[in-house]
């Protein structure tokens, strides 16, 4: 008898594991109904036996409510109960995190202590409680997936010992890493090193890690910014084959190549970039034809046409998906003999496009379009200074021609803001560099008219090569694959939110459909300019704004009120607009529709990449901050206060974008807490209050390279 009550154990123990292995396969993908064959098949369990277990193991869940049925036969995750989830934790500075679960609008907090061994950005598995009545909590049970396995940080040797640690930013991991003598590498006391986990055993306090890289003394800038690339595991170089490949690339432009295309040669070409820029993707033709219309060329390098897929550089490009703009240097996603020669649309040289070509009226109105392949002369390289000064003075080279754009472009921009497009026209900021990239002075780039008409043509172009693609003659969606870039509706909360709060600054906003959300927006932004409260408002329109994405559902792009959008005129530094121009010659070829899940899986990576170059070329801007503050210590300055947070807020100085943290336990006149429903932190006793928009005098006083943090101080008016 005793055996057989310890075979029952041992199978209820069999069906627990199962249970669990199935609800963590079912996590992947929380919104998935699944019959029990696939999810026999998904965990690897296919023989009959086998699939007995599961049939059992399925029950038990479905008794516990784990998992529903959403109909017969057929399982959902049940996100409804307490349970496990899986999502992407996001940790902040003080070691507690987030954890973001699809088809779930709030992030559930985990508390340092149930943080177990999970890092920045892992895909966890979570059981999730509801603490003392308050909101969902939860703890981690295991971490499904390492977001990274290499970690930037400082080495600490422990003197008299043969082992050391490597010291992180909380916000990346909430521990150290041991480091034993035999995987030092070389690193010295204080260096900024990469490290790699090996192992994380469950009773140890500290993950186990070897040196891979040592970056240099830290607060050097060359060691600063490989660590802001390392950070998010961003190559700064390529690997040489990849450089043998793009050298060997046959660059002529031969006749018979010529032979296969629109020999556009012959018509008025030009290029429109910044002054620093080395990679023209982009350049314009015009030309007034017989009956009367005016003929616009958006051509784009063609990419496509010199890198193939399947090869190594193509691989790569993929692997980056992105260019990225550091401060003091590109890392771009093509070797440069491409991004800076072949593809590069230089002036006076014959190079190879793919082509939007479209006759248009006086009124902008599009009678004919055209897509394909061409080959270009650019007979001129004009800055945006340069195009700039033909618009405000009338006077110089292609000046003519550059009206007739501008005209054009004002139109179109016009209509699209009539549409329900939304202008956020936020300056952005640059430095000034010295031989040794240290910074000498800030400066504010800012969209003139120049900026916009290149804007509204390539708007155009990604506009029309989407719709060609996805609507037949009749204007009906052909179903066809195609990589979009779509955004999302705002979300309703956010924008109620930010309707009361600017309603207490005087403004109002309609939010009864779609085109008011719209105009409304365009309203607010246009009344703020200029006023004390500007950035902090068109900050909070932009947080109640979703993120731009790239994906093969065409639910249209809510910023620019468009239904079908594109990125196609940028292929030497993003990779979606080189999976656009594959797609679109497959079409014009007559090709079928591919496959749309592979296409999914690589607009995903583009998202991903883009969102990492992002938070890179932010760091590298808040180094040069903190580095050209450095200078100004001890210094006072008017700010702005541009963000709250329950241990302090942000201040930010207007004239040179530079941020910096006033703790509130450094506000010593009384006992401040956050107000977060007015973005303000109020004192208890005086009821004294800073809130967001607030001009504030501040001392600066200190200025962390490494953390990239700079500390000021409240100076009291008196």
Known sequence: MKNKKHTSHKNEQKLQDLGRKILRFMNQKTSKIYNYKQIAEGIDYKNPRQRELVIQALHRLLATEKIKEAEKGKYIVNLKVEGTLTGIIDFNQSGNAYVTVEGINDDIFVHQKNVKDALQGDKVLIITYNFKGKKLEGSVVEVLERAKETFVGTFQKIPEKDFGFVVFDKKTIN????????????????????????????NSKNPEGEIITVL???????????????????????????????????????????????????????????????????????????????????????????????????????????????????????????????????????????????????????????????????????????????????????????LQLDKLAKIMRQ???????????????????????????????????????????????????????????????TGNTFIYRIHDDPDPAKLKSLQEFVYTFGYKMDLANTKKVAESLNRLLNEVKGKGEENMIETLAMRSMSKAVYSTEPIGHYGLGFDYYTHFTSPIRRYPDLIAHRLLQHYLDGGKSPNKEEVEEKAKHCSAMERLAADAERDSIKYMQVKFMEQHIGEIFTGVISGVAEYGFWVEIPENGAEGMIKLRDLVDDSYSLDAKNYAIVGSRTGNTYQLGDQVKIKVVKANLIAKQLDFKIISEN
Request: glycine content about 4%.
């Open 175 to 202: 521990t150290d890493m041991f480091i034993s003598k035999n995987h030092f590498n070389n690193a010295e006391d204080g260096d900024k090193v990469i490290v790699k986990m090996l192992k994380w055993d469950t």
């Open 216 to 402: 240099g003394a830290p607060g050097e800038h060359e060691t600063e910014i490989h660590s802001i690339l390392a950070e998010y595991g961003l190559p700064y170089n390529f690997p040489p084959e990849v450089e043998h490949d793009a050298d060997k690339i046959d660059r002529s432009i031969n006749a018979e190549e010529v032979a296969k295309r629109w020999d556009m040669r012959g018509i008025c070409t030009f290029t429109i970039d910044p002054k620093d820029a080395k990679d023209f993707d982009d350049a314009l033709s015009i030309q007034k034809l017989e009956n009367g219309l005016w003929q616009i060329g958006v051509h784009i390098a063609d990419v496509s046409h010199y890198v193939k897929p399947g090869t190594i550089l193509d691989d790569e490009a993929y692997a980056r998906a992105t260019s990225v703009y550091l401060v003091d240097r590109v890392v771009p996603m093509l070797p440069e003999v491409l991004s800076n020669d072949v593809c590069s649309l230089r002036p006076h040289e014959d190079k190879f496009t793919f082509s939007a070509v479209f006759e248009m009226d006086e009124e902008a109105k599009v009678h004919k379009e055209w897509f394909g392949r061409t080959v270009i002369h650019s007979d001129r390289r004009f800055t945006y200074e340069e195009a700039q000064e033909r618009i405000e003075t009338g006077q110089g080279d292609l000046t003519e021609e550059i």
């Open 415 to 477: 209509d699209r803001i009539r549409n329900g497009a939304i202008t956020f026209d936020r300056s952005e900021v640059r430095f000034n560099l010295d031989e040794e990239s240290n910074p000498i002075g800030v400066y504010f780039k800012v969209s003139k008219d120049s900026n916009h008409l290149i804007e509204e043509f390539m708007l155009l172009a990604n506009k029309k090569v989407s719709e060609f693609v996805s609507l037949n003659k009749r204007k009906e969606p």
